[in-house]
């Protein structure tokens, strides 16, 4: 009669009012012995039951993972992955609970990756793929089984969905392909990333104090295997499918698409190996024809991804640096005012093209379109970042060509303001140090060095040579003896 009993009990439980008494009868620890039976039929009923019962119960899903429930249910996967019911009210089970963390724990120690991948790979039906996308978008939060979920190669089937889609309007693909999109982004560095930063500055601390190999290897291999992730991404084509989405909806009004396609494009462009693939599958000239969109998100993010893509490739600045159209753009965006996160990025994605290039062309062409003076403007930033970004990229350029920049100089202001960052007690001791390594490239023009001299910027060093930190010291030194002409 079990079987019958169990049915009978799934069927009641459908009724709300219903679920208080069989809490309190005990029925869900009844029931759970139930799911180790090798009757299907048992399973199904069993599993429903439960489900029912234990739907929006927090307390109660606790309770069924404290109790092994996690461990039979991977097992139905596992044993009965042919069975349509069975699979639906185990996935369904999954989902209620894949959201606790000590549900994500005892998943982590089973294989429920690899079947949650063979699931998404036998998916028939939009339904399926929704409920096994929202099991596997939970399970990403969790490091542990995001390395899992990779390992079992969910990347490719992902890759296989968004290009079976690829171009279809239907409404139902559309909300396929941006939670395909979503688990992408989830997959990728995101939520790992701002782990590894935030612990990034402890982390070197400890091992500073600590020469501890043991831990300085763990944290190579963590920044290795999240490079990792998005190398074999990148190898699987996942780039272009991204890049035709947001072709398509470059001028939609479903903006969520946009942001999962847009944060994983600047996550993949991170790893060095990924900034040549893409370079040399013409993304950059695919992300700008991108940037005819008018729409502030999605500009502000393209502009990152081209920063990303810049960043230590100097055919890439030296490619974007002689854009005329694309320098032109930025520019505009560096006075948009309206868009303080727009301006921002365009005045990062032009220092950062200056700082990667060796080329006295992308010096000219940048200067050309008077983006020069916005660089200037970015050394008065409240953040050191930015600050520093801005005058290394000045430092960079007047090392190749000062001439073409001296005028502009002037015209800026800039030995003022590299006098005023020299002179705040606030000023980090980084940005001082590089204010002084770019003065010493302006002491080279006649004019800049009058300028820096009238300034009484001697007096400002040479305070700074009793400065508690040893490098700004040794720039002062140095930057003192160029100005008395000493060497």
């Known amino acids: 009669c079990a079987v019958k009993a169990a049915q009978v009990l799934s069927e009641i439980a459908k009724n709300e009012e219903m679920k208080k008494p069989c809490i309190e009868a005990d029925l869900v620890l009844t029931l759970i012995p139930l799911l180790e039976s090798t009757d299907q039929e048992m399973l199904l009923h069993a599993g429903r039951a439960i489900g029912r019962i234990c739907y929006d119960n927090r307390d109660l899903q606790e309770e069924l993972v404290k109790v092994g429930v996690i461990t039979s249910l991977v097992r139905i996967l596992t044993d009965y992955a042919e069975s349509e019911p069975l699979i639906h009210v185990d996935l369904l089970a999954l989902c209620n609970l894949a959201d606790l963390d000590t549900a994500k724990e005892a998943l982590s120690k089973t294989k429920i990756a690899e079947q949650l991948v063979k699931q998404l790979r036998r998916a028939e039906n939009h339904e399926r793929l929704e409920i096994v996308f929202e099991v596997l978008q939970a399970l990403a939060e969790n490091d542990a089984l995001k390395v899992q979920l990779v390992e079992a190669g969910v990347q490719e089937v992902l890759s296989e969905i968004l290009l079976r889609l690829q171009g279809s309007s239907q409404a139902e693909d559309t909300c396929v392909v941006k939670a395909a999109s979503d688990l992408i982004v989830s997959l990728l560095l995101g939520d790992e990333l701002k782990v590894v930063k935030n612990n990034v500055k402890a982390a070197v601390s400890i091992l500073s104090r600590h020469e501890n190999s043991q831990s ?179 430092a960079i350029a007047s090392a190749i060509d000062l001439e073409t920049l001296e005028e502009c100089f002037k015209e800026s202001q800039l030995v003022q303001s590299l006098h005023r960052l020299l002179q705040d007690d606030n000023t980090s001791p980084e940005v001082k140090y590089n204010s002084m390594a770019l003065l010493c490239s302006l002491l080279n023009s006649g004019d800049l060095r009058q300028e820096i001299e009238e300034d009484k910027i001697k007096e400002t060093l040479e305070k700074l040579c009793s400065h508690s930190n040893a490098n700004v010291v040794k720039e002062a030194v140095t930057t003192l003896q160029i100005l008395r002409g000493e060497t």
């Open 216 to 394: 300085k290897d763990s944290l190579n291999s963590e920044f290795a295997r999240l490079n990792g992730n998005c190398v074999r991404m990148v190898q699987l084509g996942v780039i272009h499918q991204l890049l035709d989405l947001l072709e398509k909806h470059v001028e939609s009004e479903d903006v969520s698409v946009q942001h999962a396609a847009l944060s994983a494009l600047r996550n993949l462009a991170i790893p060095v190996v990924n900034k040549v693939q893409m370079l040399e599958e013409g993304v950059a000239e695919r992300i700008q024809a991108l940037l005819r969109s008018e729409m502030p998100p999605m500009q502000f993010k393209l502009l990152g991804t081209l920063r990303m893509l810049a960043d230590g490739q100097a055919d890439a600045a030296e490619i974007l640096g002689q854009d005329p159209m694309l320098l032109n753009r930025l520019v505009q965006w560096c006075n948009a005012n309206d868009h303080t996160g727009i301006r921002g990025e365009a005045n990062r994605l032009l220092a950062s093209i200056l700082r990667h290039n060796r080329s006295q062309k992308v010096v000219k062409a940048i200067q050309q379109a008077q983006g020069v003076k916005h660089l200037v403007s970015m050394t008065t930033s409240k953040h050191s970042a930015i600050q520093n970004e801005a005058l290394n990229a000045l």
